[in-house]
């Protein structure tokens, strides 16, 4: 079945820190990416998306390359900050009528000054 | 712009009594989901509906869970009688339509309500 799965947390990094949480899916057809943010006591919030094969979704410093032959979605950020603290969820979206977002369980990360 | 408003934020309540929760999405969006998030997971489809109409329910609890958006914008999730189990956050997002255009896969979330059955 449709599935997500993602590294295991909690990451605990130092400022400026190398970012990667690795993420791979399990889908039927050609589906859309996500990685959605949640800071503490807030919703979650789209952080990237990338559509289609080799797409790169980028926003805030954050990266990610939709990898169609390994069907993964790698999150990286070249040097962290406090304020990236959070979880992290890799998603995806099935196409063809059911639009469903189907989620990873999540990875916490915290980034220490 | 407001976002998605959910309420209650927070709600505490014995086992077997009933509750619920409200959502209002985001003006124009016609997709609109419930998920439920328990403790150090992802996010679980509940139900979706295109305006008015639940066009996936299949992982809603049938027994005890109900939904409705009669008008086709705010929703109610209601559960009767609460379980232990059903502790988690229960999610409101909303999204345009499929077809509607590069924002209509991206679906746009609300703060949550956290429920606490005792």
């Known amino acids: 079945g449709n599935s997500v799965t993602q590294m295991e947390g909690p990451v605990t990094l130092s400022e400026e820190a190398f970012l990667t949480i690795n993420c791979t899916y399990t889908a039927t057809g050609y589906p859309s990416l996500f990685w959605y943010v949640q800071y503490p006591g807030e919703g979650l919030q789209l952080l990237l998306k990338a559509t289609k094969a080799d797409d790169k979704g980028s926003n805030k410093g954050f990266e990610a390359t939709y990898r169609k032959e390994t069907t993964s979605f790698h999150l990286e950020k070249g040097s962290v900050q406090v304020s990236d603290s959070a979880v992290y969820f890799c998603a995806f979206i099935t196409q063809g009528g059911s639009e469903k977002l189907v989620f990873g369980k999540g990875t916490k990360l915290t980034v220490n000054p | 712009e407001a976002g998605v408003v959910q309420s209650p934020r927070y709600k505490i309540i014995e086992k077997k009594q009933p509750v619920a929760f409200w959502c209002n999405p985001i003006s124009g969006h016609n997709t609109l989901y419930w998920y439920r998030q328990n403790l150090g997971q992802g996010p679980e489809l509940l139900i979706r509906y295109e305006n008015e109409e639940a066009v996936d329910d299949s992982q809603l609890p049938k027994d005890r869970f109900s939904a409705e958006r009669l008008k086709g914008v705010d929703s109610t999730l209601k559960i009767q009688p609460a379980e232990l189990g059903d502790s988690a956050v229960y999610l409101c997002?909303?999204?345009?339509?499929?077809?509607?255009?590069?924002?209509?896969?991206?679906?746009?979330f609300g703060a949550g309500s956290r429920l606490t059955v005792l």
């Open positions: 997002a909303s999204s345009l339509a499929p077809g509607q255009g590069f924002g209509a896969n991206v679906l746009t």
